[in-house]
């Protein structure tokens, strides 16, 4: 099974409407990031979770906001989605040791008509 | 603020033929460098890193040298695969504020044909 899963892995959603894309990881590690990519502009951050209780803005943040269930489970929300915000959508993890090294889910394909 | 430069892509390479995607940076103190690749449908994975200067990353075949001097970190394998083909990202991570955030450059395509 993999490491990283994310949920659902295609989402064709209407503008205006809300959201939620989520991500589980069975790595044990404490951080975990969101992070979009569009072509031409690599993956740019939108919102980062070093433990449970701390959630901090990427430089992309608006539009999204996040919630850290557990240590597990991180989940990315667009509350009215807008036609910019298609996109392709990774989460990541990290631990404190190797905390260079991300490792990355399958990614959700976002479409915004 | 922190940044990566990569090589405009899309490269396409004839199998055995020489690889060099340049990627130079922009950082505040001194980062660590790293090469992600994307295969088709997938998610980013760690392909080589360096942490201090004159380090050399290296995995499958792929090497990247830390060049602080040239403020440069590119990639470079001696005979691709059409395998090889994928994105290649080179990102860094800096410490302080920004302790384990990736910066990303733009991506580079890699296409290898038989």
């Known amino acids: 099974d993999a490491d990283v899963t994310q949920t659902p892995r295609n989402r064709i959603t209407k503008t205006g409407k809300r959201i939620m894309l989520e991500c589980s990881q069975t790595?044990?590690?404490?951080?975990m990031y969101w992070y979009r990519q569009d072509p031409g502009l690599g993956l740019r951050l939108i919102y980062y979770s070093f433990d449970v209780k701390d959630i901090n803005k990427g430089e992309i943040s608006d539009g999204y906001s996040v919630s850290r269930q557990a240590q597990a489970k991180f989940s990315l929300s667009l509350e009215s989605a807008i036609p910019n915000q298609t996109a392709l959508y990774f989460c990541?993890?990290?631990?404190?040791?190797?905390?260079?090294?991300?490792?990355f889910g399958p990614g959700t394909r976002l479409t915004v008509l | 603020g922190n940044s990566v430069t990569q090589m405009e892509g899309p490269v396409t390479l004839s199998e055995e033929a020489f690889l060099t995607i340049n990627c130079t940076y922009t950082?505040?103190?001194?980062?660590?460098l790293f090469w992600y690749v994307q295969y088709p449908g997938e998610g980013l994975q760690l392909l080589l890193k360096?942490?201090?200067?004159?380090d050399k990353g290296s995995n499958k075949g792929f090497e990247a040298t830390y060049r602080k001097e040239t403020t440069s970190f590119h990639l470079e394998k001696g005979s691709v695969q059409v395998s090889d083909s994928a994105v290649y990202f080179c990102?860094?991570?800096?410490?302080?504020?920004?302790?384990?955030?990736?910066?990303f450059g733009q991506g580079t395509i890699l296409t290898v044909h038989p």
């Open positions: 990541a993890t990290s631990d404190l040791q190797g905390v260079d090294t991300q490792y």
């Open positions: 360096a942490t201090k200067a004159d």
């Open positions: 990102a860094l991570s800096v410490g302080g504020t920004s302790y384990g955030k990736l910066t």
């Open positions: 950082a505040t103190g001194y980062p660590s």
């Open positions: 790595k044990g590690h404490d951080r």
